[in-house]
Structure formats: C-alpha cells, structure tokens
C-alpha cells in the first residue's frame, strides 16, 4: 500500500507565507505527475500547481506568481511554497501522485491522494 502524508498547513495573515510538504511510503517503483489541489467550502476541487516526472510546472492564473511546487525525487517527497497568500487562498490542500507501485511482483499504476492540509488566510 501506499499513503501520502501531507505536513506545514496553519493559519497565517494576508501576504504571509506557507509552505506544504507531502511525502509518499510505500512499495513505489516510480512517480509520473505530482500535483497540489485544494478545495474551499461549497467549492469543487481544483488545480493548484502540477509537476510532471521531467519537472515541466503548470499554475493556474490564480497563483502564478505566487506558489511554487517541487519535487525531491530522492525522498518521494512534493513540496508547495506559497507567498503573497490572500484569503481567497483559503482551502483545503490536497496532494495527489499518479505512481506505479509494486506487490507481490505485480505493478499497480493509480492516482494517490493526501489527507489534505488546512490552510488559512486572514485579512
């Protein structure tokens, strides 16, 4: 099995900064597309950031500029520094893997998701 473990949400003032850790254990063989979600009450879910395995990043026009995802590959490990937080950043983050596990000599591929992450932004 595998789970992703999401880490850094909290509370913090407009303008301020956060960043999320989310990290995978697991039987991985590999990791493809990594990617940040969140999703605000009486709102759907939606794209943040994505990172593919070549480390090509896709933002919405909503945090370009702002949010920045990487991936330390050695670690299974995706990260999210977000700066210029406004309140409308607010929302529960989610991390997501599409990977290729392994059990019992049989590969799995799948998509993953966090627990997610609470993040909250005052004005």
């Known amino acids: 099995q595998v789970h992703l473990v999401e880490s850094g949400g909290g509370s913090v003032q407009a303008g301020g900064s956060l960043r999320l850790s989310c990290q995978a254990d697991?039987?991985?063989?590999?990791?493809?597309?990594m990617g940040w979600f969140r999703q605000a009450p009486g709102k759907q879910r939606e794209l943040v950031a994505r990172?593919?395995?070549?480390?090509?990043?896709t933002y919405p026009d909503s945090v370009k500029g702002r949010f920045t995802i990487s991936r330390d590959n050695n670690k299974n490990t995706l990260y999210l520094q977000m700066d210029s937080l406004k309140p409308e950043d607010t929302a529960v983050y989610y991390c997501?893997?599409?990977?290729?596990?392994?059990?019992?000599?049989?590969?799995?591929?799948?998509?993953?998701w966090g627990q997610g992450t609470q993040v909250t932004v005052s004005s």
């Open positions: 697991g039987t991985i063989f590999s990791i493809e597309t």
């Open positions: 990172i593919s395995s070549g480390g090509r990043t």
């Open positions: 997501s893997y599409n990977l290729t596990s392994v059990y019992s000599g049989t590969y799995y591929t799948d998509d993953y």
